[in-house]
């Protein structure tokens, strides 16, 4: 009897080891999801690359959960990857026309006109050629600006020339790049003699001089929408780095980068 006690017991005993076991299980595992990191993927203009790098930093360390992965490039070249189905999750336009198709296409969730720029005239530091204006590149023997069908810098700046009425004659001596970035480091090792870009690429780089700020009147207004794509594998985590973006602190380090904040 004592033998069939304790056997009887003993297997009591199993079974609510197990039982607790099994119900602990699921408590583990929500507990894991619940720290489960989340990538973001966030298709961004290419003038906007340092200013995003030093927010990023300052969120992740925030939020730890969530990490920031960037595809830097030209506006229409991105909106474009969008409009075929790129995993995207936030896309931060230089241009509003490149923004708004996405809109259009209604593949954008939310969006906000977030920031401003200026459009400049730059050439080599300590060698200006001659180039005193934007009427001077008339002098030059290569200028450079972005590809205007997807590049914005690009397309302002040929407004701007266009508005001078000297595109005609500089257009046979243009080389274009793939984005603004690629301006400036053609003009950082003197291969071209004076290029377009916005003012905060311009800023960033100790080898270029600023010669001429185009008029806001010669091209069309330079504004910087952002937005969280509809199909956003994570939308909770994409609303909370837009949210994020447009906080003071954001715009502080955009503004200290040459941005003009939209009031």
């Given at each position: 009897m004592k033998k069939l006690s304790f056997l009887f017991f003993s297997?009591?005993?199993l079974s609510l080891v197990m039982s607790g076991c099994s119900n602990n299980e699921p408590s583990k595992q929500?507990?894991?999801a619940a720290n489960e990191e989340v990538t973001l993927t966030i298709s961004a203009a290419a003038s906007l690359q340092d200013a995003l790098t030093d927010i990023t930093a300052t969120f992740e360390k925030e939020h730890p959960d969530v990490n920031i992965n960037y595809n830097f490039g030209a506006s229409g070249a991105l909106q474009q990857q969008i409009s075929q189905g790129a995993p995207v999750d936030l896309f931060f336009s230089a241009a509003e026309d490149k923004f708004d198709k996405l809109v259009e296409g209604d593949l954008i969730e939310k969006g906000i006109d977030l920031l401003g720029?200026?459009?400049v005239l730059i050439v080599p530091k300590d060698f200006s050629r001659g180039i005193e204006s934007f009427e001077d590149l008339t002098k030059a023997k290569k200028i450079s600006i972005g590809t205007p069908e997807t590049v914005p810098a690009g397309k302002y700046a040929k407004e701007t020339l266009e508005h001078l009425k000297i595109w005609t004659e500089v257009e046979r001596n243009t080389v274009y790049a793939k984005d603004v970035r690629q301006?400036?480091?053609y003009i950082e090792t003197s291969n071209i003699d004076a290029g377009i870009v916005y003012?905060?690429?311009a800023l960033i780089s100790p080898k270029v001089e600023i010669i001429?700020?185009?008029n806001e009147n010669t091209h069309a207004p330079i504004?910087?929408?952002v937005g969280v794509?509809?199909?956003s594998s994570h939308p909770k985590e994409a609303q909370l780095f837009y949210e994020y973006l447009q906080s003071e602190q954001s715009i502080n380090v955009f503004k200290k980068y040459g941005f003009k904040g939209l009031e």
């Amino acid at each position: 009897m004592k033998k069939l006690s304790f056997l009887f017991f003993s297997i009591l005993l199993l079974s609510l080891v197990m039982s607790g076991c099994s119900n602990n299980e699921p408590s583990k595992q929500t507990q894991e999801a619940a720290n489960e990191e989340v990538t973001l993927t966030i298709s961004a203009a290419a003038s906007l690359q340092d200013a995003l790098t030093d927010i990023t930093a300052t969120f992740e360390k925030e939020h730890p959960d969530v990490n920031i992965n960037y595809n830097f490039g030209a506006s229409g070249a991105l909106q474009q990857q969008i409009s075929q189905g790129a995993p995207v999750d936030l896309f931060f336009s230089a241009a509003e026309d490149k923004f708004d198709k996405l809109v259009e296409g209604d593949l954008i969730e939310k969006g906000i006109d977030l920031l401003g720029n200026e459009l400049v005239l730059i050439v080599p530091k300590d060698f200006s050629r001659g180039i005193e204006s934007f009427e001077d590149l008339t002098k030059a023997k290569k200028i450079s600006i972005g590809t205007p069908e997807t590049v914005p810098a690009g397309k302002y700046a040929k407004e701007t020339l266009e508005h001078l009425k000297i595109w005609t004659e500089v257009e046979r001596n243009t080389v274009y790049a793939k984005d603004v970035r690629q301006v400036l480091t053609y003009i950082e090792t003197s291969n071209i003699d004076a290029g377009i870009v916005y003012k905060t690429d311009a800023l960033i780089s100790p080898k270029v001089e600023i010669i001429a700020t185009a008029n806001e009147n010669t091209h069309a207004p330079i504004i910087y929408p952002v937005g969280v794509i509809k199909n956003s594998s994570h939308p909770k985590e994409a609303q909370l780095f837009y949210e994020y973006l447009q906080s003071e602190q954001s715009i502080n380090v955009f503004k200290k980068y040459g941005f003009k904040g939209l009031e």
